[in-house]
């Protein structure tokens, strides 16, 4: 069975300029996560998907962060304009419908100079 | 106050010895508690996942559950080398009106050889 599926694996920016990030969950899986993670923390959630509905995006920074899963499968997640403190590792994450066990695509790691 | 905890590390332990890895949460409504290892520069991998109070072996790694307490913890038995990673925490919580997961800080393990 396949993984999730991130592109790109690093992304390297100027603050103010845009980025997006791409997802792939593993097949079958209805819910999507995405989680940013700064040096030396844990995962932080930003967003989760049920099918394409939004279930819970209060953590995501809604001024500049946006995210999409039009058809109930992939996923986007875009920052516009980025920051500094915005250099993490952004995660994907999936899991099957009413199940905690969440498995992580490789990451983004993007870096804002 | 933070909703799980863990003890930042870095913990050394022997090879062959047990390394004892603790986890403390705040939303006594949890359900699901989840292990966690995360590699330098890779993404987080699901190792245990644990239910009920009481402990799950699974190899040689035992998870252990005390909801009265509100602590979680993981024992690695025989430690390898190759266990020295980080060691995610992870608890469910509604908190945010959704099931979500969230994520201690880690703990880092070194296995000495």
């Known amino acids: 069975e396949a993984g999730v599926a991130q592109s790109p694996r690093y992304k390297i920016i100027e603050k103010r300029q845009s980025v997006a990030f791409w997802c792939n969950p593993i097949?079958?899986?209805?819910?999507l996560y995405w989680y940013q993670q700064i040096l030396g923390q844990g995962p932080k959630l930003l967003i989760q998907?049920?099918?394409?509905?939004?279930?819970?995006d209060s953590q995501l920074p809604k001024d500049r962060f946006s995210a999409e899963r039009l058809k109930g499968v992939d996923s986007t997640l875009k920052i516009q304009p980025a920051k500094l403190e915005d250099s993490a590792v952004y995660l994907c994450?999936?899991?099957?419908?009413?199940?905690?066990?969440?498995?992580f695509g490789p990451g983004t790691r993007l870096t804002v100079l | 106050q933070k909703e799980v905890e863990q003890n930042s590390g870095p913990l050394s332990v022997p090879e062959g010895a047990i390394a004892s890895l603790n986890c403390t949460y705040s939303?006594?409504?949890?359900?699901?508690f989840f292990w966690y290892r995360q590699y330098s520069g890779k993404s987080p991998e699901l190792i245990m996942s644990?239910?009920?109070?009481g402990d799950k072996e699974d190899g040689r790694f035992t998870a252990q559950l005390n909801k009265a307490s509100q602590y979680v913890s993981l024992l690695i038995r025989d430690s390898q080398p190759s266990d020295s990673a980080t060691y995610l925490c992870?608890?469910?919580?509604?908190?945010?009106?959704?099931?979500?997961?969230?994520f201690g800080t880690g703990t880092r393990l070194t296995v000495i050889p």
């Open positions: 939303d006594r409504g949890s359900q699901s």
């Open positions: 992870a608890v469910n919580s509604y908190q945010t009106g959704a099931n979500n997961l969230f």
């Open positions: 097949s079958g899986h209805a819910t």
């Open positions: 994450a999936s899991s099957k419908p009413s199940y905690n066990e969440q498995f």
């Open positions: 644990i239910y009920s109070n």
């Open positions: 998907f049920q099918n394409n509905g939004v279930v819970d």
